[in-house]
């Protein structure tokens, strides 16, 4: 008798069994390369985009802070000078007498220019970055008059929002890596200018009249014009160059920047005005002495 082979069994041994080929899986690599380079070309762009959404929500908490204090007449945001490395001052006269040049810098700062000079309180801080644009100040062509001075005020800032990886680095509670530390590259840092301009009355189009305005020198307008990176350039600690991303904020306040009066360490029962270096004025001040400015504390 012939046994019986179940039909199944015989297909199965002798079907064939398909695979994909060498050209099949050669085009499938193909596209998935084409579609891989594609992706990583989009990656760097949506990188730069996050970074720059970063710095931008980073920048747009510091300059409110900064605007509160100029605006509201603050005194008390000691704190504010371990982020502040370096103020510059520059007063350009109308007269024709040189302009002058001053530079400050914060009390971290460990290694600065020989011809910067400290500023060692919030107080001092604000009262430098608070001075209006415009000032009536004595020139060395005019010792004794007046005359009109254009002020320019650069503050380089360390970010005072974000995470810790974008500050300066704390090595104890009470100090913060100084200026000098190479390791302060990791600190995020930009460039401020200030502006603080009060409105005047204004002019009407074909008149040399000027029109009362019911808000002459009564409000004044604050600008901070906000440019970021700031990038190590060299070896030198106090070198940089700015990058290219700019902004600006703006607000307006129902005073006017006035000279700040208070006491001196040197005489605490003297109330009157303040120059720099933090002390009372001379009866007839130099184009050497700078006032300290603030608006009144309060305003909106």
Same mark, same amino acid.
């Given at each position: 008798m012939i046994p019986l082979v179940h039909p199944v069994s015989v297909r199965g041994r002798t079907g064939r069994r398909s695979a994909f080929t060498? #050209?099949?899986?050669? $085009?499938?690599? *193909? !596209? /998935?390369? #084409? *579609?891989?380079? *594609? !992706? !990583? &070309? /989009? $990656?760097? %762009? &949506?990188?730069?985009v996050q970074r720059q959404n970063r710095e931008e929500a980073m920048l747009t908490q510091d300059a409110e802070l900064l605007l509160n204090a100029i605006r509201s007449g603050q005194v008390g945001l000691q704190d504010l000078v371990n982020f502040a490395d370096? /103020? %510059?001052l520059v007063r350009d006269y109308r007269d024709g007498s040189p302009s002058r040049t001053n530079y400050f810098h914060g009390p971290l700062v460990v290694t600065p220019p020989a011809d910067s000079q400290p500023f060692g309180d *919030?107080?001092?801080l604000l009262g430098l970055i608070s001075r209006p644009r415009y000032t009536r100040e004595v020139s060395a062509n005019n010792p004794n008059s007046a005359v009109v001075v254009t002020n320019t005020i650069h503050l380089e800032m360390r970010t005072l929002s974000g995470s810790m990886a974008n500050q300066p680095i704390i090595r104890s509670s009470g100090y913060r890596t100084? &200026?000098?530390d190479p390791r302060i590259d990791f600190a995020f840092r930009y460039l401020v200018t200030i502006e603080t301009v009060a409105r005047q009355a204004y002019r009407v189009p074909g008149d040399l009249q000027r029109v009362p305005d019911t808000t002459d020198n009564a409000v004044s307008e604050i600008r901070l014009t906000l440019e970021w990176p700031l990038i190590r350039n060299g070896p030198n600690p106090n070198q940089y160059r700015i990058g290219f991303n700019r902004r600006e904020f703006r607000t307006e306040v129902l005073s006017i920047p006035v000279v700040q009066q208070g006491n001196v360490p040197q005489s605490a029962d003297y109330y009157g005005p303040i120059v720099y270096p933090f002390r009372a004025p001379p009866t007839r001040p130099t184009p050497s002495e700078i006032y300290y400015f603030r608006m009144k504390p309060g305003t909106l």
């Open positions: 060498l #050209i099949e899986i050669a $085009l499938c690599i *193909a !596209i /998935v390369s #084409i *579609a891989m380079v *594609a !992706i !990583i &070309g /989009v $990656l760097p %762009t &949506g990188l730069n370096r /103020v %510059t *919030a107080f001092q100084p &200026g000098s």
